[in-house]
């Protein structure tokens, strides 16, 4: 009898037990997928057309996802060529770096590979002086470069990403941002460039730069981007790849699985959509009259129209073009008009600008 009451009390022991460890383990889940939750997007470099979102507006910390947006003002506003000392006020920056030391002299594009390639915030804040005599001016640059692709809900305190609570974006803002950037055809070799070897000034050798972002020898097609990680951003990538005529590009925050999920929305966005050209930018749309003048006015779209569409899009397809009956006499060339409006099931997905092609005199 105290044999079995033994045994009893043992299992009652190890069920209660496991039942605490199971709690355990159940309330560990629940963090832990809390924390995996992220913000994403895939987006057409082309158009800029959304493919998919989710909770893509939410303001998230992006660490090196920033350098996007720093690669880009640098190339437009420095010349590649020019050759940059490094000071004792930008080496040893904490975080990634490639070990720049000071009296180096480098080019701004060899800097530009070491910041895409390696993640070096040694070469973030090089380039970052290089530019605008110091951080906080340059942050300003990034900034002002931003607004002007109206991005609403970004700050940038820095050109690095290293955490700062004033420093974020949104997924939707950084794929603008890197759309735009895509376009800059430095900046796409930049970003596409698997391995290089650039100059160590102060040694008799040469720096091997391999890229830090998988997705270019992991995924078919791909162009880009950037990875990024911080403790508080949590893994990060922006992604991009062409296929069939059309690149897109994928923004993932705070994911953990980031290569895994972003190729996951790369190859589903791939297959659902297909590129078609609708409008040709030397189209004349439509000749219309110009108030109290016997002459008329041409009107036109600066760009061809190339929108992803899915299959039941196509089929539904409708097209509006909306301008007015007249022109006011005095209207400048290139003075916009109208749209072009595109909706598919009754829901508009696009729309163009309409322009003036002449003085309307």
Known sequence: MRKKHFISLLCLTLFAFSVTIYSFLSQLCVKTYAFSSSSEIVMDVNSGRILYQNNANAKKFMASTTKILTAIVIIENCNLDEVVTVTKDTVGV???SIYLEVGEKLTVKDLLYGLMLRSGNDCAETLAVHCSGSIKAFA???NEFANKLCV????FTNPHGLHDDNHYTTAYDLA??????LKNPVFKEIASTKSIRIPFTTRDTTRYLKNKNKMLNEFDGATGIKTGFTKKAGRCLVSSAERNGMEIVCVVLNCPP???RSKELLNSNFTAYKPYKLVESDHIIDFIPIANSENTCGLYVKNDVVL???KEEKDGLEIVYEYPNIIECGTKKDSQVGFIKFYSQKNLIFSEKIYTIIDAD
């Open 176 to 181: 603008v941002i890197s759309a735009y950037a």
């Open 94 to 96: 904490e975080g990634s």
């Open 308 to 310: 992803p569409l899915t």
């Open 152 to 155: 609403k809900n970004s700050n």
């Open 140 to 142: 300003g640059l990034m």
């Open 258 to 260: 980031m290569f895994e």
